[in-house]
Each structure stands twice: as structure tokens, then as C-alpha cells.
């Protein structure tokens, strides 16, 4: 079973949209970790948030916020006034514990932001 | 701070040769992870060393692939002999500590592995 699912493969949006990328996760620990990362063009996964499963309040650090819910294993991530450099690849990730902490990326969603 | 400092870039073989890839994490990373990553799929992780112990290696096709991190700083990826499913993006990442779930990883920017 998938245990990260990012159902959406690819969202183009024109610059200053809003644009909110999905993911769900599967886990039976009560302790796990979730995060997303960006991989540009360039090929290099950029680490850009994290949030422990004990911790539910939802952030906004600049143009980037999230909105973990438990209650639906959701950990959906928002790019507010969109810019043709968000243009990227999208990850999704999970880290839970199985003898070891270990990562578990989701498929990606292909963002392109259009001038 | 240097990052994850990968080569090649770029590798183009055919199969049933060998290739190498090498790997540098940013000092003082404890743990260091290589993940295959094919195109149009998120990465998975082939193995990853605590230091110099192998961690975790439960997705590693030990047939044909090793890797080795001799002194618990620079790491090594060997395949051998190489398969037309191998053609993948190779990453490799290093996170300060391991036995912590919230350690993000610091990613390098890959080797492009195409076999012919």
C-alpha cells in the first residue's frame, strides 16, 4: 500500500495564484514525522518544511503554509502569490519508525507557474 | 556550509558495465543515505549508514549494487553489472543525526545515470 500519495501529477497556474498542493499519508505509528521538499530543475531536493505529528497548528512562514489534519492524514502545502521560480517538482515525504527512522516519498506533483 | 557534493554529474553506459558514484556529505552528517530515483517517481532509498554501519539496506539489489562508506565521511556506490532498469537518477543526502525522525536531509544534486 502507498503509504504517501500526492494525487495531483501536474498544476500549472499563472503567476500570483494561489496554488495548494495535496498530499495523504498512511502510518499506524502515533509518532512521525512529515515534510516537503522542492526539487528545481536542477535536480537538487530543497528541504522546506516539516511537521511532527504531536503538533497540529498550522504555519505560514512567508509565501509557504500548511494545513496538517490527522483526522484525514492530510498535509496539504500552499504557495501564496505564486512566482515562476516555485516552478518545480513537489514532494511529499513521511518519516516514521520501522527499527530506524525512515523517509518515504511520495510520486511528486510537477508545478509550472506561466508569466 | 558545503552541501552534498556528488560525482559525475553524468553517466552513460551500456549494459552490463560497471559505474561508481561517489558521494561527500556535509561535514559532521553522521548519516548518509542513497536513494534511486526514476524518472517521474519520488526517490526510495537504497541504503543508508549510521557513521560507517550500513543502517539500512532492506531495498538494495545486493546482486548487483554495493555501497561503502569506509571512514564514516565519503561514500561509494557501486553497480555491477548494470541493467537497462538502472537508469535512474542517483541522490545522495545526509542528515546530522539518524535515530531522530525530524532530521531533514540535505540532498546533492545526483548523478544521471543512463544505460544503453
Known amino acids: 500500500a502507498q503509504k504517501v500519495t500526492q494525487a495531483q501529477t501536474e498544476i500549472s497556474v499563472v503567476e500570483k495564484e494561489d496554488v495548494t498542493l495535496d498530499c495523504v499519508y498512511e502510518?499506524?505509528?502515533?509518532?512521525?514525522?512529515l515534510f516537503w521538499y522542492k526539487q528545481p530543475p536542477s535536480g537538487e531536493l530543497v528541504f522546506l518544511i516539516r511537521r511532527n505529528s504531536f503538533d497540529e497548528q498550522n504555519e505560514i512562514s512567508g509565501r509557504y503554509s500548511w494545513n496538517f489534519q490527522k483526522s484525514t492524514s492530510s498535509f496539504n502545502f500552499t504557495i501564496t502569490a505564486s512566482q515562476v521560480v516555485d516552478s518545480a517538482v513537489y514532494f511529499c515525504?513521511?518519516?516514521?519508525?520501522?527499527?530506524?527512522?525512515?523517509?518515504?516519498f511520495g510520486t511528486g506533483t510537477r508545478l509550472k507557474v506561466l508569466a | 556550509e558545503a552541501g552534498v557534493a556528488q560525482s559525475p554529474r553524468y553517466k552513460i553506459i551500456e549494459k552490463r558495465q560497471s559505474v561508481a558514484f561517489w558521494c561527500n556529505p556535509i561535514?559532521?552528517?553522521?548519516?548518509l543515505y542513497w536513494y534511486q530515483q526514476i524518472l517521474g517517481q519520488g526517490p526510495k532509498l537504497l541504503i543508508q549508514?549510521?557513521?560507517?554501519?550500513?543502517?539500512?539496506d532492506s531495498q538494495l539489489p545486493k546482486d548487483r549494487f554495493s555501497a561503502e562508506r569506509l571512514k564514516g565521511v565519503d561514500s561509494t556506490l557501486k553497480i555491477q553489472p548494470a541493467k537497462l532498469e538502472d537508469s535512474a537518477v542517483y541522490l545522495c543526502?545526509?542528515?546530522?543525526?539518524?535515530?531522530?525522525?525530524?532530521?531533514?536531509?540535505?540532498f546533492g544534486d545526483g548523478t544521471r545515470l543512463s544505460i544503453l
Open positions: 515525504a513521511l518519516s516514521e519508525y520501522s527499527g530506524t527512522y525512515k523517509y518515504i
Open positions: 543526502a545526509s542528515s546530522l543525526r539518524s535515530g531522530i525522525g525530524n532530521q531533514p536531509q540535505h
Open positions: 561535514s559532521g552528517h553522521a548519516t
Open positions: 549508514f549510521q557513521n560507517n554501519g550500513v543502517v539500512d
Open positions: 502510518t499506524r505509528d502515533t509518532t512521525y514525522y
